[in-house]
């Protein structure tokens, strides 16, 4: 008994000195690591004529070599520029960081990536790296300047091989999460992809993606992780926001818009690169839990619809997407290799590139090679290795590569690939084989002749008014009217202004242009209520401080109002005929909602502004919903994950939109067949 208590007493202090003795190591290595890219640090390039050619000389050796040449083919510049480049340059090629932007205090070039990965010098300099995400959401030109500073560092170095910046989507209503979603800061504000979907116009689609190309390009992003091609077949999964929908046919049309709009016809100096997510489909997921964490590994086909999460994969796939992103999961049953689809080679060699015909960038999803500060059961983050977990971090890597990846997204470690091509454990044509086609885009994107941006550009372009303007109209439209009731012979909306209202989530400040604001519901004409989707917050709680961070942002669990809040609703709906609008970041289960407003109304991201204006009239609801609402928990339950429109008796099914106009339904938006 004592010696268990002795034990007891002791682990925490032996934990505590481990724990100092790994990060006081890793930050020697880390600094050792710094000063050695110091020393590699070379000119910059100059910019030369030679018999009419001007070009920049990366190299710096005075000469116009192939790759350096603006009038050379594509294949030629590739194969010119792997035959100058290092083992160590050709793997630094297949990794991409994430990176935080702050300023620095001191130092010659002003800026610093603040991330867990290491500084901007030590990656792009003593790593070889030239790939990175941009997490944080600076203004347009501190964003500018930054990627503008990283790319002289890159200019520097031995070959001066570029960056490819990237980014998570940047112009919704609001970031869901970090490393899913970034505030617009500057950009243009747009309603989620849900919300695109439910306006349902391929030709706006487009539009965004135009627009958003424009935005990007001018900060000196170059390639988006996204559109989400999954199909939001599970109306509980954290991530159904960021979706087109559950049917596949809209979601492949919204999908292949989008696409076109970012990259153009094909890809060039104004695109920014497409990567659709998360192959071979991330909706199904048991629960509603996300692959994210340990408990949602495994993904679900009840209804065998594995290929019906594959056609808008396909859509984009035929319309160009310069990158495909894997999910974490294990796509249970599909396979002889139960492991997540980033380390899986039926899925990635065989199904997509064998079969399907995808030629472009495989991007693994973030951190699935390597954890952080990993100590038995606690971690700061543990690596997304689904079936894997345990194996060293040079396996995992050469296990991503030879499945078919070619950009290991989130990791660092490019000394641990170098070793296992050293020890004959995967090969340098392999290698190769990704560098040829993330160089490709490099080329594509004109990023050899010029990786710069002009910062007055960026200023005036990201946010510009067209552009907010057209984000506002996608806000207005994507309304949709889900009730309308009938109130002294005609219906409640759009509402009269002069109105006393009581409210709940406006800002009174705006409905004040709108009515007289009064303090209590009995003085109220109407009650104006302002709702989210109802999410159960996960009490659960690991080792690990990173999955402690995510569990706190995602949106999962039961989707219906619960106790005090359900009883708070359905008071105030007793006292006064209420408007309510509720933001569908799920498939909300609100039947006591829909019984007792009288007007309700759901959005997809927007202004108090832009809904109150819905709402008095100015602007008219034109969305119909791109999932059914399911009509109780029970009916969540008991639907398969994969199958889309599957719940019993739906509250609202898929394609429901009343107008202000008539009092109907407008169904002439129906399920395409899933089989």
Known sequence: MKRAILLIAVLPGLFLLAAGWVIGGHFIWANNQKQAAEKRLGPEAPVLSIEGTTFRDLNKNGVLDVYEDPQADFDARIEDLLGQMTIEEKAGLLFQVATLTFKEAGGDNGWFINTFMGEARTNILGRDIRAMSVL????????????????????????????TFSSDPRHAFSDKAMAMSVASSGFSVWPEPLGLAAIGDEAL?????????????????????????????????SRVFGTFGEDADLSSRMTTAYIRGLQGTTIGPKSVVATAKHFPGGGPVPDGLDTHFSEGKFQAYPADMFDYHLRPFQAAIDEGVGAIMPTYGIVTGQTDQDVGANFNSQILNDLLRDELGFEGVVLTDYGITAGIMEFGPFAFFRARSWGLEGKPQGELIVRAIKAGADLIGGDYRVDKLIREIERGRISEARIDESARRILLQKFQLGLFENPYVDIESANRLAGAAAFMNAGLRAQADAHILLKNDNLNGQPILPLEQGLRLFMEGFDPNIAAQFGNIVETPVEADVILLKLSTPFEPDTGRSLTLVDNFFRGMMEQGDL?????????????????????????????????LAQGSAGLLANFGASDQVTLDIIFGRSEPLG????????????????????????????????FGLRYEAERSDTTRSPTDPN
């Open 136 to 163: 944080s959401a600076p203004s347009p030109e501190d964003l500018a300047s930054f990627t503008n500073e990283a790319q002289k560092l890159a200019e520097r170095s031995r070959l001066g091989i570029p960056i």
């Open 624 to 655: 119909k919903l791109p999932l059914e609402l399911p009509r109780s928990m029970s009916a969540v339950v008991a639907q398969a994950e994969d199958a889309p429109y599957d719940s019993d008796d739906p509250l609202f099914p898929f394609g």
């Open 560 to 592: 219906d109002f619960k106790d005090e809040t359900l009883e708070r609703i359905t008071t105030l709906m007793s006292q006064k005929p209420t408007v309510a609008t509720i933001t569908l970041t799920r498939g909300a289960v609100i039947p006591e």
């Open 205 to 237: 689609a487009e539009e965004f993606g135009r627009i958003a190309a424009a935005e990007y390009r001018a900060v000196g992003l170059h390639f988006a992780l996204h559109p989400m091609a999954d199909l939001a077949t599970e109306p509980r999964w």
